[in-house]
């Protein structure tokens, strides 16, 4: 490939970058593209302007695509299938209702956390956030309590799960690209994810609560409000359900630290048994069970509810995969080696790196999932650059920072304005802010973790 203007080879692949990176926020965030067409073409674009034979390009683009989607996409199908009889069955609802009733009314609001942390395991924020509605409006009527008040700490659950707690398939995405140890990063991701949770959540919630006012929409809040579900399962056994496949990717982690070597059948079962994909398979398989024949639902109810709930991921995995056609021809163009090697030869803190870029992702396209694919392809090679990093605080780094401002071009914006009745001044006041109080506070404990591990 020839030079650009007479910069050296490595420049000129960081300035085919740039174009075709500001292509992509362009196309998706002003003349509001598909973000799936636009992956592809700027995929396709920055190969071609790389030097790479056009059947190459291809070959990166079907291979990117479908390397990432090999996990990726049965995560999410069996995951939107779990949170899919946790909704049908009541079982969100048995969660917040046990823990309000265990929390009282005036620490009501660290209730809502747990439910949003707890519930956003399973299931997408946008999903968590239509199965949690009622429960927040419920709450805030029969407590007395802002809404805001109520619905910012379930938000800030919910948003830090989706960012930075596997198996949520965001974070999952960003472990695959760096080959992290799944175990670990749930671990650091729990110990970062809390505390950021609570200052974002409960105490950022009851502060701006005071100030800013709302009410439910009244056709919403009236249908919620007659809606009854009087024959909830158990909150054991919804419990147990939901956080089936954390223990057992944590049982496979557990025997993976004490046997590295897999020499006998228990570690190599444990194991079997921790992979994401086999986790959720049982867990789903689980759910049928204790959420669905037990509570009264026939095999052709069970059929349509698993069938129904995956039309709405199509266009996430399509996302996510052309994220992954992205990032590998970013990889095979040599862009992941020049970006690397400016990085380490600046000497930027990878920690930091991957916040940035995902931050400035997130904040131009709008999307935490198209943010989380593509910095995961450009931090991936500087990451393999930097001896001693610690590749799973680099994960929940990347999160961190495709939580940051959310705005007019995320859709999840629009999504908290309309179900909170807000105005747009008041959701960047409420919902804005927490995100970014999410991504920041959540950075600062990533870095203050790096010193310790």
Excluded at 44 to 67: F, H, Q, W, Y
Aim: glycine residues 10%; hydrophobic residues 55%.
């Amino acid at each position: 490939m020839s030079t650009l203007f007479g910069l050296s080879h490595n420049a000129t692949l960081l300035v085919w970058t740039l174009i075709a990176i500001v292509f992509l926020i362009v196309l998706i965030s002003k003349y509001k593209w598909n973000p799936f067409v636009t992956l592809l073409i700027s995929a396709l674009m920055l190969g071609l302007l790389a030097g790479m034979k056009p059947a190459d390009v291809i070959s990166s683009i079907t291979g990117g695509l479908g390397g990432t989607l090999g996990t990726i996409a049965i995560v999410i199908g069996l995951g939107t299938m779990l949170g899919k009889m946790m909704a049908e069955s009541g079982g969100a609802e048995r969660i917040a209702t046990t823990l309000v009733d265990r929390f009282g009314v005036k620490r009501v609001h660290w209730a809502m956390m747990i439910v949003g942390f707890i519930v956003g395991i399973p299931v997408f924020f946008e999903v968590g956030v239509i199965l949690l509605i009622p429960i927040i409006f419920t709450v805030a009527r029969k407590t007395n309590m802002s809404l805001l008040q109520i619905g910012i700490p379930i938000l800030a659950g919910l948003s830090t799960v989706h960012g930075l707690v596997p198996p949520h398939p965001a974070p999952m995405i960003a472990i695959d690209a760096f080959n992290a140890d799944l175990g670990k990063t749930i671990l650091y991701s729990l110990i970062v994810g809390i505390p950021t949770a609570i200052i974002a959540g409960p105490l950022f919630g009851k502060f701006i609560g005071k100030r800013i006012h709302t009410e439910p929409p009244a056709e919403l809040a009236e249908q919620f409000a007659t809606k009854e579900n009087t024959n909830l399962p158990g909150f054991g056994i919804t419990l147990f359900t939901i956080l089936l496949p954390v223990i057992l990717m944590l049982i496979g982690s557990i025997a993976n630290i004490v046997d590295p070597n897999a020499t006998s059948g228990f570690t190599v079962f444990c194991e079997f048994i921790g992979h994401e994909i086999i986790a959720l398979l049982i867990s789903v398989v689980f759910a049928l069970f204790s959420l669905g024949f037990a509570h009264g639902f026939t095999k052709h109810d069970i059929s349509r509810f698993t069938s129904e709930c995956l039309a709405p991921t199509a266009t996430i995995i399509l996302i996510i995969g052309g994220g992954g056609a992205f990032k590998q021809v970013l990889i095979n163009s040599g862009v992941g080696n020049a970006i690397a090697e400016v990085a380490t030869h600046a000497n930027i803190n990878v920690i930091l790196f991957a916040w940035l870029v995902a931050a400035l992702i997130r904040v131009a396209t709008g999307s935490a999932t198209v943010a989380m694919t593509t910095a995961a392809g450009i931090v991936a090679p500087v990451l393999a650059l930097t001896p001693g990093a610690n590749i799973e605080l680099v994960v929940l780094a990347t999160g961190a920072g495709s939580l940051v401002l959310s705005h007019v071009n995320d859709a999840g914006f629009w999504m908290i304005k309309e179900f909170f009745n807000m105005s747009v001044s008041q959701t960047l006041k409420t919902w804005t802010v927490m995100e970014t109080l999410l991504s920041v506070v959540g950075l600062i404990f990533i870095l203050l973790l790096s010193t310790v591990i």
